[in-house]
């Protein structure tokens, strides 16, 4: 079962896996935690445009909210760049 975590406790969190589901539903496995996670917003929704940032340090998950534009910048560990 995949519980829902607002942004304010994934603040600092270190994303091992990351998918999005339904075109719209952010789910995240933050290091240290077994289980999925679907990411809602602090306007309690939970529809994401999501990327991934490679550039100086370690690469990034960026997360903005569909609905109020929130942002959310999430460290990846293990993620490889992008095949050209």
Known sequence: MV???PISRVAGAVITKWRVVD????L???RGQP????????????????REHFG???PKLLATCHNCGTRV???LE????PKA
């Open 78 to 81: 293990g993620a490889r760049l």
């Open 23 to 26: 075109h719209v539903h952010l």
């Open 35 to 50: 289980d999925e996670a679907r990411l809602l917003c602090k306007c309690e929704r939970g529809h994401w445009i999501v």
């Open 3 to 5: 519980t829902d975590v």
């Open 73 to 75: 910048e999430l460290d």
């Open 56 to 58: 100086e340090g370690p």
């Open 28 to 30: 995240i496995t933050v």
